[in-house]
C-alpha cells in the first residue's frame, strides 16, 4: 500500500519533472550547463588561487561536472537553435571539429579525475589545462552577444 | 556591405575632385626623416620579444594554425577578410628574400609607424599601423633586432584579392589623409607613470582600439567613442565596452590582470572570439604591464 503511494508519487514527479524539461528551450539547457562548468572551474580556481584550501572532496565534484556537462552539451544544438545565444554559427558549420573540442575538455577532466589533482599546485596545473580547452572552443564557436 | 562601399567610393572620387597635383601633395607617401632611425643603438632583445606580445603581430603572420613555438616563424600566409576584399598576410621573417631580412631599419621603421612600405609604397591599414605609429623609435628598433633572431621561412604570399579601387594602393593616401595621425587618442589629465605606460601600450603596440573601437562607414576608427565596442565585423555578436562604462567596470584591477594571464573573467567564463589570441599574447607580458594596461583602462573616458 504504503509502496505503491511513492511508487505513483515518484511516477508523478517523474512526469512533472520532463514536464518542466521539455519546455526548456535548448538555449537555456546549454547556458545552464555552461554555467555550472564556470563555477565548477570557479571552484577550483578559488583553491589554486589559495582563497580556499585544498578540498578533495570540492576538486572530485567539480571535475565530474565537467565532464558530465561538456559530454551532453554539444548534443544540445538542434538546428535553428542558433538565434537568442552566443553560439556561433560555424558550430552547425563544423559540428565535427566543435564536437572534438567537447570531446578533449571531456578527455581532460576524466584524466585529472583518474589521478585526481592532490594540493595546491596541482590544481594550478589542472585549471591551466583546462582554460586552455575553454578558450581554444570559445575562439571560434562562441560570439558575445 | 554595399552602401557602405559605395560611401567609400563616394569618398575617394570627392578626394579625387580636388585636383591631382593638390591630391597627390596631400596623399603622397611621408616616411619619417631618417635621422629618426640612426643611432639608435644595439637592440635590447628581451624588451624586442616584449614589443612582439604586446603588438601581437604573431596572430596576424604565423601560419595559419601555428601554435606554441611555431607562431614564432612569421611566415605569413594567413587570409584576413575584409568588407574591401581578402588580404593575405605577408612574410615578415628574417628570410632576406622572402622576408625582412635584408630590410633596414628605416625601411622596417616607416612600415611600422608610416605605413610606408619598403618602395615608398603606401601599406593598406588592415595591418594596423594606425596604432603602431604611436610606438617609440627605440621599441621599433628593438623589435626589428628581436624579429631578425627568428626563425626564416620562404614562404611567399599571393597577392591581395582587392576589388577596385581598393587594389590601388594610392586610394590608400585619401585614408591616410582622413584619419592617420600620431597624436594620442584620449587626453588624461594627471595621469601618472602607470597610467602613460598602459596608454602607450594600449594605444600604441596593442591596438586594442582597433577592434574595440566603433568605425565609421569610411573604415576610420571613431575615437569619440574610444573603446567604447560595438557590432563585431566578424558577423554575429559585438565586441565588448572596455571603459568604465561596460561590464568591466566591475572588475578590480587584479580581476583584469588575471584575465589577461588566464582568460578567465571574475565570473569564471572563458575568454573567446578574436581576443583568446589577443590574451595569449598578453599572458607574455611582464606583470607590471598588464597593470598598467589594467589602470589606463580604469582612467579611459566612460563610454
Given amino acids: 500500500m504504503n509502496f505503491k503511494t511513492i511508487a505513483m508519487a515518484t511516477t508523478v514527479l517523474c512526469l512533472g519533472f ?32 589559495g582563497d580556499k584550501p585544498y578540498d578533495a572532496a570540492t576538486v572530485e565534484k567539480s571535475l565530474t561536472t565537467i565532464s558530465t556537462n561538456i559530454k551532453a ?13 552566443e553560439a556561433a554559427p560555424a558550430i552547425w558549420q563544423n559540428n565535427a571539429d566543435f564536437r572534438a573540442k567537447a570531446a578533449k575538455l571531456g578527455n581532460d577532466a576524466d584524466t585529472l579525475l583518474a589521478s585526481l589533482p592532490a594540493d595546491q599546485a596541482a590544481v594550478q596545473k589542472a585549471v591551466q589545462t583546462l582554460g586552455a580547452d575553454c578558450s581554444s572552443c570559445h575562439q571560434t564557436y562562441r560570439m558575445k552577444k | 556591405m554595399a552602401s ?21 601633395a596631400l596623399t603622397k607617401p611621408s616616411p619619417r626623416p631618417d635621422a629618426d632611425w640612426a643611432n639608435l643603438g644595439t637592440p635590447d632583445l628581451v624588451k624586442g620579444e616584449q614589443v612582439i606580445w604586446a603588438g601581437g603581430c604573431v596572430s596576424c603572420h604565423a601560419a595559419t594554425g601555428a601554435t606554441g613555438e611555431a607562431v614564432k616563424v612569421l611566415s605569413g600566409g594567413r587570409a584576413l577578410p575584409s568588407p574591401f ?10 628570410d632576406p628574400h622572402a622576408g625582412i631580412g635584408s630590410w633596414t631599419l628605416a625601411q622596417f621603421g616607416n612600415a611600422m609607424t608610416r605605413g610606408v612600405g619598403p618602395e615608398g ?17 627605440a621599441d621599433v628598433n628593438n623589435l626589428f633586432g628581436y624579429i631578425k633572431t627568428l626563425p626564416a621561412s620562404s614562404n611567399v604570399a599571393p597577392p591581395h584579392e582587392l576589388g577596385f579601387p581598393f587594389n590601388i594602393r594610392l586610394a590608400v593616401g585619401g585614408w591616410k589623409l582622413l584619419y592617420f595621425n600620431d597624436k594620442p587618442r584620449v587626453q588624461l589629465a594627471n595621469a601618472d607613470d602607470k597610467v602613460k605606460r598602459g596608454q602607450y601600450l594600449v594605444e600604441g603596440p596593442g591596438h586594442c582600439g582597433e577592434c574595440h573601437t566603433p568605425r565609421d562607414a569610411l573604415g576610420g576608427l571613431k575615437t569619440n567613442l574610444w573603446l567604447a565596442g560595438g557590432p563585431n565585423p566578424e558577423g554575429k555578436g559585438s ?40 590574451q595569449q599574447n598578453l599572458a607574455h607580458l611582464p606583470q607590471a604591464d598588464l597593470e598598467a594596461i589594467s ?9
Avoid: C
Fill in chain 1, 18 to 49: 520532463s514536464a518542466v524539461t521539455a519546455q526548456e528551450t535548448p538555449q537555456a539547457k546549454r547556458e545552464q550547463m555552461m554555467k555550472q562548468i564556470g563555477g565548477s572551474v570557479g571552484a577550483l580556481g578559488a583553491i589554486a588561487k
Fill in chain 2, 295 to 303: 589602470a589606463y583602462l580604469k582612467a579611459v573616458p566612460a563610454r
Fill in chain 2, 85 to 94: 576584399g581578402t588580404f593575405h598576410i605577408p612574410n615578415i621573417s628574417s
Fill in chain 1, 73 to 85: 552539451f554539444p548534443d544540445q544544438f538542434p538546428e535553428g537553435s542558433e538565434g537568442n545565444s
Fill in chain 2, 4 to 24: 557602405k562601399s559605395s560611401k567609400i567610393l563616394a569618398g575617394l572620387v570627392v578626394l579625387a575632385g580636388v585636383g591631382a597635383a593638390t591630391a597627390w
Fill in chain 2, 239 to 278: 565586441i565588448p565596452n572596455i571603459t568604465p562604462g561596460g561590464k568591466v567596470k566591475d572588475w578590480s584591477e587584479a580581476d583584469m590582470v588575471n584575465y589577461f594571464q588566464t582568460g578567465f573573467t571574475p565570473d569564471f567564463d572563458s575568454v573567446g572570439g578574436q581576443m583568446a589570441e589577443v
Fill in chain 2, 121 to 137: 609604397e603606401h601599406l593598406y591599414p588592415s595591418f594596423p599601423y594606425g596604432s603602431y605609429a604611436r610606438m617609440t623609435p
